[in-house]
Every structure is written in C-alpha cells, then in structure tokens.
C-alpha cells in the first residue's frame, strides 16, 4: 500500500520519539555527572591548597620532582596532613620552656588555632568528596538503567500481532470472500458509528470502555457525554445471535475499585471482532493493552491501576508513555522492573514512575524495592496511588525504608485527580517531598 501501512508509520515515529529521548536522557544525566566532577575538583583543589599552606617547601619540592602534588590521590593528601598536623604540635610542644614567654605562647595558642582551623576544613573537605562520590555513584547507575531503557527492541522480541488461520487471511485479501454477517453489516444504518469504534479498538489496542468512549467522540466530534457511544459499544457486544464483535471482560472480583467507583468495564474484540477489523483495514489488529499488560502484573486490579495511571500520565501530566517498561539489571546485581517508564514532553527528562494499591503488603520485600528505585532514579522517585489512604501509607513506608538517604519523592493519587486536585505547581504530584 503506498506510503507503507499504518503500522510501519506508527513503528518509525515510535523509533524516532525514542531516539531523542535517549539523546535527551543521556545529556541530562552527563550534565549531572559533569556538575559532580567539577565540585569533586574544587574539593581536590582545596586539600592541595591545605598541603600547600602546611609546607610550601614540600609543595615546591614535589613539583621540581616532576611528582606534583594535584596528582595525588584524596587519601594520600588526608593521610600527609595528618602526620603533618601531628609533626606539627609534637615541634610546638618540645618548643615549649619553662619561662613561658608571652612571645612563645602566643605563637603556641597562634599554631593551636591553625591545626583546629586546618582539621576542621580537612573534615569538612571529606564530606564533601564522599558526598559527591555518593552522588556520581547515583548518577552511574540511574543512567545505566535509562540507557538499558533505551536499547533497541529485538525483532523477535516485538509484541506480536493476534495470530489468524490462513483461510481468514485469504478472506481478508478477497473481499468478495467475506461472509454474509459482513455484508449485512456494512449495509445496516449503525455501519459508520460501530465501524469506526471496532477500527478505534484495533487501532490502538485501548481496553477500557471510558477510554475508547471518549476517543470515540473525539474521532465522531461528538460530546463525550453522548449515550449513543456507550450504545455503539453496546450492539458490537450484543452484535447478533451469533455472538459479538466486542465482549466485556470479567476479571474483578469485587465491583467496587479502590479509585473510587465500580470498576470501568475492560474491552477486547472477539475472533470475529479481529476478523472483522482485518475485513475493514486489511491489517491485523494491535493488541489489545489490558492483555498485554496483565501477563506482567500482579493482578487485574494491578493491571487496570497501571492502565488508569498511564492516561493520566498522559493527559494531566503532560508525559509521554514508553510502551512496556523492560527489565532493568542494577550494577549491584539487583532487579528493578519499573511499572511505568514516562518522558517528561518538555524538559526531555524520562522518569520511572511505579503504581500502588492500598493493600497489605510484606516489609520486607517494600524495604527492598524502595532502595532499588532509589538507586535506579537517582533519588527521585514517583508513584502513582489508587486513592489518598494508599498516598500517605506509602509516603510513611519511603520514608521509613530509605531512613536518612537523600532522595526527592513525588506522589500523587487518582480518585483525587479524578475530583479535580492537583498539586502546588498546578501538575498532578499532590504531595513532593523535597531532597534534603
């Protein structure tokens, strides 16, 4: 088909969107690491500076040597200031005489006050190298997990397409082929609207009916609030006596969702439902994401929440949503599987965002997998909760699990953003917590 199918063009949009934002992620992230170089280099220079006061002598001596003293390592200038500083108040105490002369006590409480002076800055020049050296840790490893976020798809491990028997593929490139229930379709007064809400499904593999509803109406420019889109819908599930093009998911086992509300119904089409896209498009249908998405999750209440989050992501949030979020291998050897990975549409920053419900949970595991997100997104961590209780006790559970580690948290949660908060800045994190 001229200009290549539509799949192929959504494939290289998606291949170019996911090039800049590994271009954008990764001069971020050197940014960081530069700004960390350059604070370790300044703390460098300092300790030099302190050798340099101690002993001029020294100093000059090591650099006519070709051994200059800026090439020696943090712990080599601490362990020469010590013995200095020790060298030092061992010559003030043999100075010291009996007649306790003014002129020699006061070069003695002068001599005193520098060592204290020259110990203090050496302590304080310490933390800040082993600050910064936490720090650069930190950077390495949040972008060796965004660059394993990054790394191109597999050909074999791309989602595949529904599978279809070769005689309804033969169907679909014939289409004097089609059955009958086809033909009186394409003929019936409702074709336009079920038609176009059946080719919305496959299209972009949306499960959840107020999703697709309010997809629908932007496609129809229709009202969202229209009930002849919830009826579309409708007459595709109760199709004819055969059965129908769409069916209804029952995957809950209570009707109530934490969120707020009854669950939304979840949508997918049938085998004829599939069969009936490839009659109208002549390509295999996308699919479906509430499929996709629960093999890898714990639940399908899990699934729906992650679902739920990703939209709202999207249209309050403003980001962009990678498809599947991979596995993501840690330098310490451990795991870190993110729920959500989403690219900030304006500063190019990618985020990991992980999804909770209010539910029990084991400590244990919680204590471990804050300290992987900790590690993998360098202190900034975002989660996206079911309902405000959810929001708070995980706040509580970060805060207790991470214990003096410096980290920023944004929190936000959807029965709350459905009522129309949002946060101090007008976003929707509802609750940030600031790096101290």
Same mark, same amino acid.
């Given at each position: ?155 074999? #491990?791309?989602? @595949?397409?529904?599978? /279809?028997?070769?005689? =309804? $593929?033969?169907? &679909? +490139? !014939? ?95 049938? #085998?004829?439902? @599939?069969?009936?896209? /490839?009659?109208?498009? =002549? $390509?295999?249908? &996308? +699919? !479906? ?148």
């Amino acid at each position: 088909m001229a200009g290549g199918s539509l799949t192929e063009q959504q494939a290289e949009q998606a291949n170019r969107i996911s090039d800049e934002m590994a271009r954008q992620s990764i001069e971020h992230q050197q940014a960081l690491q530069a700004g960390a170089e350059r604070k370790w280099k300044n703390a460098h220079k300092a300790l030099v500076e302190i050798v340099r006061s101690l002993d001029p002598d020294y100093y000059d001596a090591c650099q006519k040597s070709g051994h200059a003293i800026e090439a020696f390592e943090d712990e080599a200038l601490h362990h020469w200031i010590v013995i200095r500083i020790k060298s030092l108040q061992n010559r003030l105490s043999q100075a010291m005489r009996p007649d306790h002369s003014s002129t020699l006590q006061n070069q003695l409480d002068e001599a005193v006050r520098k060592i204290a002076a020259y110990q203090q800055e050496e302590k304080r020049l310490q933390e800040i190298i082993q600050g910064l050296r936490n720090e650069n840790q930190q950077l390495s490893t949040h972008l060796h997990a965004i660059r394993q976020v990054q790394r191109p798809t597999n050909p074999q #491990e791309e989602p @595949q397409a529904s599978p /279809q028997p070769d005689d =309804r $593929q033969k169907c &679909v +490139e !014939n289409a004097e082929g089609e059955p009958d229930w086809m033909h009186e379709w394409r003929s019936g007064r409702m074709f336009g609207k079920e038609s176009a809400a059946l080719i919305l499904m496959g299209e972009t593999g949306k499960s959840l009916r107020p999703s697709l509803i309010d997809l629908l109406a932007k496609k129809l420019n229709l009202s969202p609030g229209n009930s002849s889109l919830s009826e579309t819908f409708n007459r595709l599930i109760n199709f004819d006596t055969h059965g129908g093009l769409v069916e209804a998911l029952n995957v809950f086992e209570q009707t109530g969702a934490s969120t707020g509300g009854n669950h939304p119904d979840v949508l997918r089409l049938t #085998e004829r439902g @599939q069969l009936a896209y /490839q009659y109208l498009t =002549r $390509q295999a249908p &996308v +699919e !479906n994401e509430y499929q996709r998405l629960v093999r890898r999750h714990k639940s399908p209440e899990h699934t729906l929440l992650n679902i739920q989050a990703a939209e709202a992501l999207v249209e309050i949030g403003g980001y962009r949503i990678a498809e599947e979020a991979p596995d993501i291998h840690l330098p310490d050897g451990s795991l870190f599987i993110p729920d959500l990975v989403a690219t900030d549409s304006h500063t190019g920053e990618m985020i990991f965002v992980e999804v909770e419900r209010d539910a029990n949970k084991d400590n244990g595991s919680r204590v471990r997998k804050w300290k992987n997100v900790l590690n993998a997104t360098n202190g900034t961590i975002y989660v996206v909760c079911d309902n405000i209780s959810c929001e708070r006790a995980i706040q509580t559970e970060i805060n207790r699990a991470l214990g003096d580690a410096r980290f920023s948290s944004h929190l936000t949660n959807l029965n709350s953003l459905r009522k129309g908060k949002r946060g101090q800045d007008g976003g929707m994190w509802l609750s940030v917590r600031r790096a101290r």
